[in-house]
């Protein structure tokens, strides 16, 4: 479980994030939905911990990520926006430093690595080396990479961009299982529709703040249109008035 | 400490499969400083032998007014060209850079001579051109030594002993060992040694910081459970190994390639054997760590691999501008100079390659202090590295 409480964070004479708090229960996908710039990277930048609130506080499992950051980094898989590989390093190669890194080795590590590349088909991608790889490949290898030490909570962030369709069907696939399994998972788009395919809670973030909440067909309900895009763009233009 | 050792290995292994890296560190550096150092001390060596064994070119006016003093020169290796026309003619030619040294016999050269007057010789030369100096030294000394000969067959004349005129002699006595006259050339031996480490890491350090960030998996690592401390550490021993690797490979080149110039043939010896390969990387170890973590420090700061490059490249050379130095002014090994890095380890290995005792006191302070300052710099990285704007 992910809870968000209050989180700020303003660069320079920007607000960033403006009072932020969420809960992304167990055993569903919660969607940050919002335009380029709402504050959704970095909203999750201050969940997994690279840039530090202002104030407000993130909790993975109840666990505090400024106090305690090893502790519930550990509990956390992460796929940050273009996520680089390591090009001279085969697939494997790139998933097992992660799972080191997460303090995993030998053959238990070995056959985690194995069970991925089932999972997500990287079939005999997974010995070769990176350079190349179409970017569906990579996003891929990412995302066994931040699911290696088999993390609770998973937090993706715009993780279909720059996947043809059956890509991003496959990754659908993969997120809704992971959910049923029991796992959290925080994901971010700017998408629409692959917000209303996957979530089963929406925010709606606009400058910095969750400007609407709730089901896709709650969101939909609330419009005379009865239709999320309707909902969103409605969410949108009353968070920009003051 | 395990995640630091995750790191290096990483680093590493992902390093040696990069073409660049490998061919800066492992040959470029190892095999490129000791050939450059062997062409430069050849072409050093090659051209003081040159100077001694060439016909000394000298234009002279008037030579008909002086014909014994010419068949002195002569004699002497000299190649004397006539110029036409008198003083005037010879300041233009050696003005106009025609000739280099022009020697002008005035007319009334010989009534002096005959009559016991100091007889005058004007020797023009341009003492901008630095190039002439030892040409000019050679005519100056030759003329001296006729002029020399004149008197003493002067006073052999009146029966008089040609030592009157030398109440004094002064003895040149050369103590410098041959080991002590090849440092003199192989003050740069040092230089090379710390330019072909510094090459070793440079790639390294560029690929585990900027290129990391500007691969986008900096971001992702960050998110990792490991302390900043054991990620920055082992991305610093990752290049000091490197670092490490082309100083070994650098000094053992120069070890097996030295002997083939022939030193022994200019009177200079090398003592460069096994022993002292190994001391000398012994005591350039320390300054792995310290260069190590100036690479890595610096290139952390700049926010692409072409930016960090055009950096180090830079900042390569300022370890190499004390031993310059040192070179260049024939800095002599004191305590008090070996709080200095690179400039400490410079004169070390020059006592070394001379065959003098190294104290253990400036070895210690020498090892300290460049591991001192390494270490400050480590924690600068490090410090680095747990500020959010690391990720640009």
């Known amino acids: 479980m992910i809870e968000l409480d209050s989180l700020t964070k303003r660069f320079g004479t920007i607000e960033a994030v403006r009072g932020i708090s969420l809960i992304a229960p167990d055993g569903c996908v919660t969607g940050l939905l919002g335009a380029n710039g709402a504050g959704k990277s970095t909203t999750l930048r201050l969940l997994y911990g690279v840039q530090r609130p202002d104030s407000g506080r993130a909790l993975v499992d109840g666990i505090d990520v400024a106090s305690q950051p090893r502790l519930a980094l550990a509990r956390l898989g992460v796929l940050p926006h273009n996520a680089g590989l390591y090009p001279h390093l085969t697939a494997r190669e790139n998933i097992r430093y992660y799972g080191q890194l997460q303090g995993m080795s030998g053959v238990a590590l070995e056959r985690r690595i194995d069970a991925l590349a089932d999972m997500l088909e990287l079939g005999a991608l997974l010995e070769r080396r990176t350079k190349g790889f179409s970017q569906g490949e990579r996003i891929k290898v990412a995302l066994a990479r931040a699911l290696v030490h088999e993390p609770q909570n998973l937090v993706l962030d715009e993780p279909t961009n720059g996947l043809d369709v059956l890509a991003t069907r496959n990754l659908r696939a993969l997120i809704l299982r992971l959910r049923d399994a029991g796992h959290c998972i925080m994901f971010t788009s700017h998408v629409m529709q692959e917000v209303a395919a996957l979530c089963d809670e929406i925010a709606i973030i606009s400058g910095g703040r969750v400007v609407a909440r709730g089901t896709p067909a709650a969101l939909a309900r609330g419009v005379p249109s009865g239709t999320l895009e309707d909902a969103f763009v409605a969410a949108l233009t009353e968070g920009a008035s003051p | ?392």
Not at chain 2, 57 to 75: E, H, I, Y
Not at chain 2, 112 to 125: D, I, N, Q, W
Not at chain 2, 186 to 195: A, E, Q, T
Not at chain 2, 245 to 265: E, N
């Open chain 2, 1 to 392: 400490m395990r995640a630091l050792w995750t790191v290096f290995r990483k680093e590493v292994l992902e390093n040696l499969r990069d073409r660049r890296t490998v061919l800066s560190a492992l040959v470029l550096g190892p095999l490129g400083a000791p050939l450059l150092f062997a062409l430069m001390m050849n072409l050093s060596i090659e051209r003081g032998r040159e100077h001694d064994d060439r016909p000394l070119q000298l234009a002279v006016a008037g030579r008909a007014n002086a014909p014994n003093l010419v068949a002195f020169l002569t004699d002497h290796r000299v190649h004397v060209e006539a110029v036409p026309g008198d003083a005037a003619g010879a300041a233009e030619a050696v003005r106009s850079h025609r000739v280099r040294l022009a020697l002008v016999i005035p007319d009334g050269y010989g009534e002096r001579l005959r009559t016991g007057e100091p007889s005058r010789v004007l020797l023009y030369t341009d003492t901008s051109d630095t190039s002439v100096g030892a040409d000019r030294a050679r005519a100056e000394a030759l003329v001296g030594a006729y002029s020399a000969q004149v008197a003493s067959w002067r006073l052999a004349a009146r029966g008089l002993s040609p030592s009157l005129m030398q109440p004094i002699v002064v003895d040149q006595i050369d103590v410098s060992t041959p080991m002590g006259r090849a440092t003199t050339l192989l003050g740069m031996l040092s230089y090379f040694i710390v330019f072909a480490t510094l090459m070793g890491g440079l790639y390294v350090a560029i690929d585990t910081t900027a290129g990391e960030r500007e691969r986008g998996s900096l971001e992702p690592l960050l998110s990792l459970p490991i302390t900043r401390r054991s990620l920055v550490g082992g991305k610093i021993l990752a290049t000091a190994a490197y670092m490490a690797l082309s100083l070994g490979l650098t000094i053992a080149t120069f070890a097996l390639s030295l002997p083939l110039v022939h030193l022994d043939a200019y009177g200079m010896a090398l003592n460069l054997g096994p022993r002292v390969a190994c001391t000398i990387y012994a005591l350039m170890l320390p300054f792995v760590l310290l260069g190590a973590s100036l690479l890595t420090l610096v290139a952390s700061f700049t926010r692409s691999y072409r930016e960090a490059q055009s950096w180090l490249a830079g900042l390569v050379l300022i370890p190499t501008l004390p031993i310059m130095f040192a070179a260049i002014y024939q800095v002599e090994p004191r305590l008090g100079l070996m709080w200095v890095p690179s400039l400490s380890q410079h004169l070390l290995i020059q006592s070394l390659l001379r065959a003098e005792p190294i104290g253990t006191t400036a070895v210690a302070l020498s090892a300290g202090c460049t591991l001192a300052l390494g270490a400050l710099l480590a924690r600068i990285a490090i410090a680095l590295y747990a500020r959010e704007r690391i990720l640009g």
